[in-house]
């Protein structure tokens, strides 16, 4: 390799060094980048991680970016937390949440690829970057890019949620709305990469993008004292993060800083999208593309351009894949905030209710070391728990007035439970 | 000292130990804590802070827990960037954001209060805490007590930002809306406290509450590589948060961390709820409580309980103070998000426009290293910017109809700036 680093074709293997580029020329498969291990192992050790930022880029030396990059955004370390009430109410015993529902800047693990994605397109002399988005990853570009000065435009699906739309406009975006689901957007996107010779991360720019998820790995490894869980629950929409988690776990293995293992895949859809969940099942070979229809937006990809890859980590890893109806995905979501005080999007739902399922099943076992990865906040999709809280009336200020409405509440829940907890 | 800390009077001293209870018995006024920096000097090092986790807990000797009190919930340890696009836009050259929109797990640095506040309420044997909120109080006491399975109280004004509301009731915590505002909330807040026996974080917990903001300026100064700033700004609602933040700073002095140094503190307010702003440009020796109006909610406390020590805090570091109109906050929200790529709430808008202003006004030179305090996250003030940002009409998935939306913005911005830029 003349690089660190560099762009290969998944399939035939061509070797292409590096550029703006995803896919194979010779066989239409898709690029990845490959990292030189035999290089890193010289240098990368838990001590040389460890004196570095407190941010994913103290991974620097195993991501895609020159040697003498400077990275302007912090971007990822978001807390792994043991999870016990949850655990209890789902019957686990060794439950994790990783919870990206804090990453930094934006809120989700999109800004963990947006990192690596935008740290190309400077070297590749982008002055104009782009995306097409179910949202997060909007605002992960925008805000990205407006601190590093580059131009933006965003492509969405024109029935976004609203706090996801601001999320990007605020920043200075160009915003355009699409009239069509992902799949639409995501055409257009590659129409325009090319005609325009912008850098759009997850187009031409996709196969560094997309090694950014591999920090999601390494530092669940870290944050576990440099080992590896027995099970990881991951949302799927395009599919990349379950394979890129994968591949975060063979480098630390062929790296010398965990020890080997063989650790489970368990992939998370929502049935109204469950194009990769439905292959798993099935023990498809390919996967059937389906029209989405969730309120799980952020994962609403009916033809994931990485399902095929994330179906074979599944299957590979012996792991199994489960999807969710809409109204799990809610129930999900409350459980997740009333046991443990995370606040997750639709699809931090959709994880939620498949772990729970998961060990319902007894697809995981209680004892077993299981993290699960919440992967954006709820402060994005309030619109699908409007009427789920009753708006009380206001009481006015005054002690004897609290009292009754203390009283009150305690005699409802006398009624409704026969108990005096009031909560 | 019996312990590590204590509770003692601000103005007659009287000691009380550790106990529940923010008033002196014989004069009336606030109880704060007092570390026993002595006892602290010979254990806690940089080097003893670096071995911590990666959160606010790594001050843990420095903050009033008792010393086997093992952290629940990771709070804090918010980046802190350098602003050079903000900077170029308001007359500054080192510029530094405390980026607290990113805290966790609630996106507020009333995290960090709530944390030690909590730790309190646990070791006093409370089982039902709660708080008067202007918003982000209330999410973080929702989030944290539901984690450490405790029943919670919570009182806001009636007429809360929905996603603040949100925010709270979805982690389970009773959620009570007065018919009043903050300080009406506050009042009614002691009283319950009393009758009930509760742990409210902000009234029976206050003095140990009030030391978790400690932390912000404990994390500056460590992310500076352990040196003090010229000058910090900080927005001030109750006025808590600044004298905490020199507090901060004066125990690195005295512990030997940091080299000695006047630091110049600068408080910034909505002019629609501006007391202690007005204290300190009239030079009042008392604070004139105020009714508040503003859009500014997480601001708005008329009657600050700890304004008098905000306006002495900023008298004697040579500082000062400012307040700006709802229209500047607005400006304030859209112009960080636009240069640093951080979308911040009201509040941060607030601190933005002040610090512009006071580059503007020659009271802060542009080479003195100035850090500007973020306290909370856009995500929860989203109404302000409605109607701020036009929703354009869809396009079809077309690279035709993209093409003609590109040239309809080229020659809009053409006609407006006589430009050729489409951003």
Chains 1, 2 share one sequence.
């Not at 590093?148 to 024109?158: D, E, S």
């Not at 999320?167 to 992902?182: E, F, H, K, P, W």
């Not at 699960?372 to 708006?391: F, P, R, S, W």
Request: hydrophobic letters at 40%; glycine letters at 8%.
């Amino acid at each position: 390799m003349a690089s660190s680093y560099e762009l290969c074709c998944r399939e035939c293997g061509k070797r292409y060094e590096n550029q703006p580029l995803s896919i194979c020329d010779e066989c239409f498969s898709p690029l990845e980048v490959r990292v030189d291990l035999d290089a890193a192992k010289k240098t990368v050790t838990r001590e040389s991680i460890a004196q570095g930022p407190t941010n994913m880029w103290r991974y620097q030396a195993l991501l895609p970016v020159p040697d003498d990059y400077v990275p302007q955004t912090p971007a990822g370390w978001t807390p792994l937390v043991k999870a016990p009430r949850l655990a209890g109410r789902i019957g686990a015993k060794n439950l994790y949440i990783k919870n990206d529902a804090v990453c930094m800047p934006t809120l989700s693990f999109k800004d963990r690829v947006v990192a690596v994605a935008l740290a190309n397109a400077q070297r590749f002399g982008f002055d104009t970057v782009g995306c097409s988005s179910t949202g997060n990853l909007a605002n992960s570009v925008a805000a990205q890019a407006a601190r590093l000065g580059l131009k933006t435009y965003i492509l969405v699906p024109a029935d976004l949620e609203a706090a996801k739309i601001l999320n990007t406009q605020v920043y200075g975006a160009n915003l355009i709305r699409i009239d069509g689901n992902y799949d639409h957007v995501n055409r257009l996107s590659s129409q325009i990469a090319d005609r325009f010779s912008w850098g759009f991360v997850n187009v031409n720019l996709r196969p560094y993008y997309a090694e950014g998820s591999k920090t999601v790995g390494f530092e669940i490894a870290e944050q576990l004292s440099w080992r590896l869980p027995d099970n990881v629950v991951v949302p799927m929409a395009g599919g990349s993060l379950i394979t890129k988690i994968r591949k975060a776990f063979k480098e630390l293995i062929a790296l010398g800083l965990v020890d080997a293992k063989d650790v489970r895949f368990f992939g998370a859809q929502a049935t109204g999208c469950s194009p990769i969940a439905r292959a798993v099942k099935t023990g498809a070979d390919h996967i059937e593309p389906q029209r989405p229809s969730t309120i799980a937006r952020s994962l609403a990809i009916g033809n994931p351009a990485d399902g095929i890859y994330a179906a074979k980590a599944i299957r590979e890893s012996g792991g199994w894949a489960e999807d969710v109806s809409d109204v799990e995905v809610v129930s999900g979501i409350q459980e997740l905030a009333e046991t443990e005080g995370i606040f997750t999007e639709t699809a931090g739902g959709v994880t939620t209710a498949v772990t729970a399922r998961l060990y319902a099943h007894g697809r995981i076992k209680p004892d077993e070391l299981t993290v699960t990865c919440i992967t954006g906040n709820g402060l994005k999709t309030t619109d699908v728990l409007a009427g789920a809280y009753e708006q009380s009336e206001a009481i006015r200020p005054r002690l004897t007035d609290f009292e009754n409405y203390i009283n009150e509440i305690k005699e409802l829940n006398e009624l409704v439970s026969g108990g005096v907890d009031v909560r």
